[in-house]
């Protein structure tokens, strides 16, 4: 099982990054392998609207994104995380959503896996986890449209300073299971 994670927190190591590599670290457990990708690395641009993956199967942009494609394509499941920022999530993330366009055909089908699963994955200050459920859905439903099996929501409440979700260890320790789950599924 190749389990690919991305935060899109340009919070290096803060709460996004901390829940996705817990995930991350359940599925090397189980034998699967990880790869995360963080936007605080920087060099991921937005889409410029060139449409030159309208004619070839590529992104005109060469920066991390190219690294985080190749990924995308032999991942069996996508690990998508960002905080939220003003009740969506942040605009690094929604930069690497759009460029995700390029991994998709003209008929809207898939360049990546038929199959590949993605666990949307969300921390807020919020405790309230349903406070954004409506925006939650929108996503859920972009990433269906756009050809992942989409697993439910993963949401965090009660992360506002950096490294405060590790107070919360029952929820780690759900996230690291979920993650042994994906690594060792189908083996
Ligand atoms: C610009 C900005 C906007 C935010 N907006 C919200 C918000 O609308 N609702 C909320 O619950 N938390 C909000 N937060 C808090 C973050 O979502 C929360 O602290 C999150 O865990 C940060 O994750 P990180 O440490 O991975 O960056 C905001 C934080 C920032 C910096």
Redesign the pocket.
Known sequence: MVVVGI?G???R???????ISEVLEGVTEAGGEAILFSVADGDISGCTGCMRCRRVPRCRIDDRMTLIYEAVMRADVVVF????????M?AQAKAVVDRFYALLNNDETPRFQAGTRLLPL?????ADVA??ASYFELCDEMFTQMGFEVLPTFV??G???????GTQKALLASAREMGREMGGYGE
């Open positions: 935060s927190s340009p919070r190591k803060g709460n996004t990054e901390m829940l995380g960002s905080p939220v920022y003003m009740g969506q942040s969300f921390t807020q200050a919020q406070r954004y965090a409440g992360t506002h300073m950096k490294g405060e979700i």
